[in-house]
């Protein structure tokens, strides 16, 4: 499995995000500072190394008390995006896995600072949320897709 998580077509054009976030259904995407957090934490979400890194090895507290603890504790004292982008990357081993990844994050950090903080620090529950429901839905779309190659190369063979 490569580390995109669609392939190029028609949505080629569109942030990682934008794809990720069309998966939920009845979801739209936040606006605003809200939106910037939300895409952050996403792309942060799925920059982790879960197969070398330690975090990995902490599922089962990852949702309710790792990201959220991390996410705090990068927001509150950061004086301004790049410096939490910084410390809770370090913090949980994350790095953007690509091209595309990279300039969405690069873009996202020239929002204005103090209002998508302030997002980070007073709404991280509910964001994590909303990470969540979006990697839940990641994953069943890539369940799928996974289901309808192996269909396809089934039908193939009995050709």
């Given at each position: ?8 077509g ?37 920059g982790?190394?879960w ?14 008390k ?9 927001a509150?004292p950061?004086?301004n ?17 690509n ?19 302030e997002?980070?620090r ?14 839940d ?9 996974a ?13």
């Amino acid at each position: 499995m490569t580390n995109e998580i669609f392939t190029p077509g028609p949505d080629k054009d569109r942030r990682p995000t934008d794809q990720w976030l069309a998966t939920v259904e009845g979801m739209p995407p936040l606006e605003g500072p809200a939106g910037t957090a939300e895409r952050l934490l996403l792309l942060l979400h799925y920059g982790i190394d879960w197969k070398g890194g330690w975090v990995g090895e902490r599922r089962t507290t990852y949702w309710d008390k790792l990201l959220p603890d991390r996410v705090l504790l990068a927001a509150i004292p950061a004086g301004n995006l790049r410096r939490f982008w910084r410390e809770v990357t370090l913090a949980l081993d994350s790095a953007p896995r690509n091209a595309a990844e990279r300039a969405e994050v690069e873009a996202l950090l020239r929002d204005k600072d103090e209002p998508v903080l302030e997002v980070l620090r007073w709404e991280t529950e509910a964001l994590l949320l909303r990470t969540r429901l979006t990697a839940d839905a990641v994953r069943g779309q890539r369940h799928l897709a996974a289901l309808a190659a192996q269909v396809d190369e089934h039908e193939d063979e009995v050709r």
